[in-house]
Structures are given as structure tokens and as C-alpha cells.
């Protein structure tokens, strides 16, 4: 009876005098400089490049976000954290900063971080019919086709590029498989849609990397894909030639670092298209470019659920956009992209989609017409230049 008796008062002792022991609680979050005062600090900042360093707009851009994510995206306030606050630290989620990172730098919990991301990428949302991703018009002819005699009136129907890139994706192991692809890292496969003026028009993600960029279309075209009667988006060799995109001849160079090395001039009407088709969908490319290189969480992705991750590559997409519309000068996002990578991807495709459309010889007499009134031109061109 005794042993039972010092049992139950050691087990209490042990219970209990940790509690005993225990210093007063320290708060982790004791800097003099509080979330609060950080964004003040940036927002009365008198150096313009520290602002958009930070927030990779200038202060004009950013307080037009928060108004319409005020008030079309209801977001709202906090009793301690006001609306540009939380759109400042979702911006540095964007940029890369991890949780407990930006719990850190704005002297808030993590869960208060987490809470915060999460209502922005839903105010973000709420806005994305109207705001965010507008295709072009079908009767806008863009200027980079109009006066470039390269591109038209070859090109005349076309109305922008697509392709499909790879986002690094953070899953659970049983999910690994599906979402690993054919260059062997985990990855969300999104297909973009571009306009020429350097914006997204349509995106789609959250598909596996493992999934075939004709699939990830085929599915587009039941969620919303921008499909415009008589008109054309430029493909790669990885989607089928169809009345919607117009893909490159297969077997012959296509990518500009190949005719860079070549150092030879198109021998035929087939490499001549290759090489103008190339040079106009190159947008795409450059355009991924520019906005990885301003979000690098397009890079490397946080640790948050694949839905999540999904939600967070649009987003990054979306205020991409907002920033081309609203900031008047040319930002050195693109000098620094152009300076480092003229072009961003060349990536050769394994598969290929299915060629038995009814449709599908018209569409390469089609094509083969383009072609041959290109190659023709040129030839008139070399001749009055008097180059043989």
C-alpha cells in the first residue's frame, strides 16, 4: 500500500514541478521594430528601389493592389494588422521568405502568417474574373506582328503563345511518383497562355509534373481556355496542330540557340517558318522568365499543401499582370532578365500528340501555304538586298 502511495506522489511530483520550476514566459517575438513599424518604415521610405526590391512594384502599384483587394476582394483589417501589411507579407511569401522567416521579420506568430496568406490568395480570387486575366480581343492585331514584316501578314491571325512549364511542387511521398517528370524532379505541370504585350491571358495549374503538356490542354479547353473562332495561339512541337495552335514542322531546328550555333541562313520554306515561329512564340518563354526571376518561389516552392501551392503559382501570375498594367516605366526585372537569358527554356519534347484529326491534312496545306508565302517574300528580300 505504502509503494502504491509513493507511486502516485512521484508521478504527481514529476507532473508538477516543472510548473514549479519554470521561468516566467520570455515572448519570442521582442523586437523593437514591429511588424507594424517595418511597414511603415517601407511605406515612407524616400528610396524608390528599396521599395520595389522588397516589394517588386513601386509604392504607387502596391497601394492600388491594396485598394482593390480592399474593395473588391474584401480583404480587411485586423485589430493589429492592417490590409497593406498582410499584402506586403504575402508579397515576401511569394519572393521566397518561409514562414517562419516572415513570422520573424513582422513579429508575428507563424499561425498568424499562415492566416494571413491564406486571406490574401482568397481576396485574390475574388478579384480574378474581372481584373487579373483578360484575353485578347479577337479583332486586336498585336504591333509586334503589324510592323514586323517577318511576321505579317504570316501571322496575322495569331493572338499570342502557350506552353507548359514546370513549377517545383512539395507532396507527400505516396504522391511523389505522379508528380515526378521526365527530368526526374516533382513538379506541377502549368499551362500559361501569353499575349504579345508581355501578359498572361490564361493559366492553368496543379496538374502533375508526370502529365503530357497535351493533356494538361485538353483539360484548358473545359475550364476556360480563351478559344477565339479563326484565330491562333503558337505551340510547340509538344501539342498537335490544330484550327487553335500552330505548331512548328517536327524534324527540322527550331530553337534559336540552334540556328545561333548554325551560323547558316534557312535553306528551305520549312526552316524559314521554324525559325519565325520561334522567334514569335520566344514571348512565352522570356515571360516565364521574367516572372520566376521576380517571384522565386516559382523556383523553389514552400512547404504548404500542393492545393496551396497550385493557388500561390496563379497568384504569382496574376499580380505579374496587375504590376504590367499599373506601373508606367519598363521595371528592371526584364533588363535584368534579358541581360542573363535571352531565352529561358529550350526543352525538346518526347511525346507528341495524336495527328488522326479529320481536319489535319487541311491544317498542314494550311501551314505548308504560310510557309511557302514566307519563304517566297524572303527570297524576294535577299534578291533586292543582292544576296545570293
Same mark, same amino acid.
Not at 528601389?49 to 509604392?59: C, P
Not at 522567334?279 to 520566344?282: A, D, E, F, G
Not at 541581360?339 to 518526347?350: I, L, S
Given at each position: 500500500m505504502n509503494n502504491v502511495v509513493l507511486n502516485i506522489f512521484v508521478l504527481a511530483l514529476r507532473s508538477v514541478l516543472p510548473l514549479l520550476l519554470r521561468y516566467d514566459n520570455i515572448p519570442q517575438h521582442d523586437s523593437i521594430l514591429t511588424g507594424h513599424r517595418y511597414y511603415l518604415e517601407l511605406m515612407n521610405t524616400a528610396?524608390?528601389?528599396?521599395?520595389?526590391?522588397?516589394?517588386?512594384?513601386?509604392?504607387?502599384?502596391?497601394?492600388?493592389?491594396?485598394?482593390?483587394?480592399?474593395?473588391?476582394?474584401?480583404?480587411?483589417?485586423?485589430?493589429?494588422?492592417?490590409?497593406?501589411?498582410?499584402?506586403?507579407?504575402?508579397?515576401?511569401?511569394?519572393?521566397?521568405h518561409s514562414n517562419r522567416?516572415?513570422?520573424? $521579420?513582422?513579429?508575428?506568430?507563424?499561425?498568424?502568417?499562415?492566416?494571413?496568406?491564406?486571406?490574401?490568395?482568397?481576396?485574390?480570387?475574388?478579384?480574378?474574373?474581372?481584373?487579373?486575366?483578360?484575353?485578347?480581343?479577337?479583332?486586336?492585331?498585336?504591333?509586334?506582328?503589324? /510592323?514586323?514584316?517577318?511576321?505579317?501578314?504570316?501571322?496575322?491571325?495569331?493572338?499570342?503563345?502557350?506552353d507548359g512549364t514546370h513549377i517545383p511542387a512539395i507532396v507527400e511521398p505516396t504522391d511523389q511518383g505522379r508528380? $515526378? /517528370? $521526365?527530368?526526374?524532379?516533382?513538379?506541377?505541370?502549368?499551362?500559361?497562355?501569353? /499575349?504579345?504585350?508581355?501578359?498572361?491571358?490564361?493559366?492553368?495549374?496543379?496538374?502533375?509534373?508526370?502529365a503530357h503538356d497535351s493533356k494538361v490542354y485538353d483539360d484548358s479547353k473545359l475550364k476556360g481556355f480563351p478559344h477565339i473562332p479563326h484565330k491562333f495561339y503558337l505551340g510547340d512541337a509538344g501539342y498537335a496542330l490544330s484550327t487553335q495552335v500552330l505548331t512548328p514542322y517536327r524534324g527540322i531546328r527550331y530553337h534559336l540557340k540552334e540556328w545561333v550555333a548554325g551560323r547558316q541562313r534557312p535553306q528551305n520554306k520549312e526552316e524559314l517558318f521554324n525559325l519565325r515561329h520561334s522567334?514569335?512564340?520566344?514571348v512565352v518563354e522570356r515571360l516565364l522568365g521574367v516572372t520566376k526571376k521576380r517571384f522565386p518561389i516559382l523556383e523553389l516552392m514552400g512547404s504548404y499543401a500542393i492545393q496551396f501551392q497550385a493557388q500561390l503559382i496563379m497568384c504569382c501570375l496574376m499580380?505579374?499582370?496587375?504590376?504590367?498594367? /499599373?506601373?508606367?516605366?519598363?521595371?528592371?526585372?526584364?533588363?535584368?532578365?534579358?541581360?542573363?537569358?535571352?531565352?529561358?527554356?529550350?526543352?525538346?519534347?518526347?511525346?507528341f500528340a495524336d495527328e488522326n484529326d479529320a481536319n489535319y491534312n487541311a491544317l498542314v496545306n494550311q501551314r505548308d501555304q504560310i510557309a511557302q508565302d514566307m519563304y517566297d517574300a524572303y527570297l524576294v528580300e535577299l534578291a533586292h538586298r543582292g544576296i545570293y
Open positions: 528610396n524608390v528601389h528599396r521599395f520595389l526590391n522588397i516589394n517588386r512594384m513601386d509604392k504607387q502599384t502596391f497601394l492600388r493592389l491594396v485598394t482593390m483587394l480592399t474593395s473588391i476582394g474584401m480583404l480587411k483589417d485586423s485589430l493589429t494588422i492592417c490590409s497593406g501589411q498582410k499584402v506586403m507579407i504575402f508579397i515576401q511569401a511569394l519572393i521566397g522567416q516572415s513570422a520573424e $521579420r513582422w513579429q508575428h506568430s507563424g499561425s498568424t502568417i499562415s492566416v494571413i496568406l491564406h486571406e490574401v490568395v482568397d481576396s485574390l480570387y475574388r478579384c480574378l474574373g474581372n481584373c487579373f486575366f483578360r484575353p485578347t480581343a479577337g479583332d486586336e492585331l498585336s504591333s509586334v506582328i503589324q /510592323n514586323n514584316s517577318k511576321f505579317f501578314p504570316f501571322f496575322a491571325n495569331c493572338i499570342g503563345a502557350l508528380y $515526378r /517528370n $521526365r527530368k526526374g524532379f516533382i513538379s506541377q505541370n502549368v499551362l500559361v497562355v501569353v /499575349n504579345f504585350d508581355m501578359t498572361f491571358s490564361y493559366a492553368l495549374a496543379g496538374w502533375e509534373g508526370s522567334s514569335l512564340r520566344n499580380i505579374h499582370n496587375f504590376i504590367r498594367a /499599373n506601373q508606367l516605366y519598363e521595371d528592371e526585372f526584364y533588363a535584368v532578365y534579358d541581360r542573363e537569358q535571352q531565352q529561358y527554356r529550350n526543352e525538346e519534347h518526347e511525346e
